[in-house]
């Protein structure tokens, strides 16, 4: 095991400390990428922000490597994954374990955690397993009901936030992106088909809805009615989770947070939802569920 010691000194990281901080309160993927072999323009121990938004890649202070290395970099940062990076006299950055020991450049992507969101709407018995299990994977987790009765921090302590209101309404007002993780778990099909369609406008990077299969191709049926394209339903994960032969609350919550895992991951697990099995096959068929 090798391990770095890495000293921080105020006057030299002031700005560093604060790209970081503006990165996290702006909920930017972002990592702290450290030099732990010098490389060629920059000392061991060198230090830069990597913060992703709309306009790509930013980091503070200037990275010395070059775009390919940055891409790579920024793929590890979009990923949520940290990863130690070689980066060979020709310039290519691979993986440390593919270096094999050679006494190259190595750089440290740290991936900040709680950047990623997963967004539960409904308060019921399946959301307090899964709460207390997303925050464990340093997901920030937001919890939504229009029960000030179920909404409350009292009985979801591991919540970021609880926030209380019409479904649709707190939904539009959330910031939902390709880093946001939206679960529906609410009281009845009506709430759920409702918050599907305000979050699948948003493009979530995982939007899942728990039901039976019969129930989840009536929903996906009435929404291609509806005008949603069967390209963009193919997104939606329903039934929600990975098959587990799961049965009682805390059972589901494990096997819906595996399948955030999955996707999180990129993982080969399989899963529960007929609409993610039908995307490679083109169109989505629901007939003979």
């Known amino acids: 095991m090798d391990v770095a010691l890495d000293l921080?000194?105020?006057?030299?990281?002031?700005?560093?400390?604060?790209?970081?901080?503006?990165?996290?309160?702006?909920?930017?993927?972002?990592?702290?990428?450290?030099?732990?072999?010098?490389?060629?323009?920059?000392?061991?121990?060198?230090?830069?922000?990597?913060?992703?938004?709309?306009?790509?890649?930013?980091?503070?202070?200037?990275?010395?490597?070059?775009?390919?290395?940055?891409?790579?970099?920024?793929?590890?940062?979009?990923?949520?994954?940290?990863e130690l990076f070689t980066i060979s006299p020709q310039g290519e950055v691979v993986e440390d374990s593919i270096a094999r020991g050679e006494e190259w450049p190595r750089v440290f992507v740290d991936v900040q955690p709680g950047l990623q969101t997963v967004i539960i709407c409904g308060a019921g018995h399946i959301a307090q397993p899964l709460c207390e299990i997303t925050s464990m994977m340093g997901f920030r987790t937001i919890v939504v009901d229009d029960r000030w009765a179920f909404a409350s921090c009292e009985r979801f302590p591991h919540a970021t936030e609880v926030r209380v209101g019409p479904f649709v309404d707190v939904l539009e007002s959330l910031d939902i992106n390709e880093h946001t993780f939206v679960v529906v778990v609410t009281r009845g099909h009506i709430w759920d088909e409702a918050c599907v369609k305000t979050a699948l406008k948003k493009k979530p990077c995982y939007l899942g809805m728990i039901g039976s299969k019969r129930r989840a191709k009536a929903t996906l049926e009435r929404l291609v009615e509806q005008g949603f394209a069967p390209e963009a339903l193919s997104r939606i994960h329903t039934p929600m989770g990975l098959d587990i032969a799961a049965e009682t609350p805390a059972e589901i919550a494990v096997a819906i947070a595996?399948?955030?895992?999955?996707?999180?991951?990129?993982?080969?697990?399989?899963?529960?939802?007929?609409?993610a099995k039908a995307r490679p096959n083109g169109p989505l068929k629901f007939s003979g569920v």
């Open 258 to 275: 595996a399948e955030i895992v999955k996707v999180r991951r990129q993982g080969p697990a399989e899963t529960l939802s007929i609409a």
């Open 8 to 82: 921080w000194r105020p006057e030299e990281h002031r700005e560093l400390a604060h790209a970081l901080a503006d990165a996290t309160r702006a909920r930017r993927p972002t990592a702290l990428v450290t030099t732990i072999n010098p490389l060629d323009s920059a000392p061991a121990g060198a230090k830069s922000c990597l913060a992703l938004g709309a306009e790509g890649a930013v980091t503070t202070p200037p990275l010395p490597v070059g775009e390919k290395a940055i891409q790579t970099f920024s793929a590890s940062v979009s990923a949520g994954k940290p």
